[in-house]
């Protein structure tokens, strides 16, 4: 499946949240993210990613590995994921370094999900603050078949446009790009 995502900065988080909590129940939850590579740097260059993910929420954790493969669509970054749950957060560290992966950059997200039907998706939103980084982010997401995504990404950037977020606001940096930055 592909991740048709667009990502944005928002500039009045306050309103997005309201405008969000009247779409669905909001569930707030903190991403502990390692992304992995190769010793080369051969998954970046390829823009893959490979990550380990906890996720801690209210009264209960669990952990995932993620390897997302070279983008599909270069206007926004949505790329194949391949996606799992792991039982022991500690042995898919321990298995990613093995194997002979390196420890390329760990940060946590502090997220406000939200999933909800609209233009006939199952959505997720995410209003995102990294503490490394200034500001609030928004992803809008869902997963479609290759095919659908031209198409996922309008009803995507609909549903942006009725949260109150303009194209300009638009960024296909990276939280992991941006972490790297600041922690220079």
Do not use: W
């Not at 990502?7 to 569930?27: I, N, Q, S």
């Not at 957060?89 to 406000?112: P, S």
């Amino acid at each position: 499946m592909i991740e048709a995502e667009l990502k944005a900065r928002v500039h009045a988080p306050e309103a997005v949240m309201r405008r969000l909590d009247e779409l669905a129940t909001a569930r707030i939850e903190v991403y502990r993210d390692t992304y992995y590579d190769r010793p080369d740097g051969s998954l970046g260059h390829a823009d893959q990613e490979l990550r380990v993910r906890t996720v801690q929420g209210a009264g209960s954790a669990h952990t995932l590995i993620t390897f997302k493969d070279a983008a599909v669509d270069s206007e926004s970054g949505s790329k194949p994921e391949h996606e799992t749950v792991v039982g022991d957060a500690d042995a898919a560290h321990a298995i990613l370094r093995g194997l002979g992966h390196v420890e390329v950059i760990a940060f946590e997200k502090h997220c406000r999900n939200y999933e909800f039907q609209a233009r006939g998706r199952h959505m997720v939103a995410t209003l995102v603050r990294v503490p490394d980084i200034d500001g609030t982010f928004l992803e809008v997401e869902a997963l479609v078949a290759e095919h659908e995504v031209a198409a996922a990404l309008a009803d995507v950037r609909a549903v942006l446009a009725e949260l109150g977020i303009e194209p300009k606001d638009l960024t296909l940096d990276t939280y992991t790009g941006a972490v790297a930055a600041q922690r220079c």
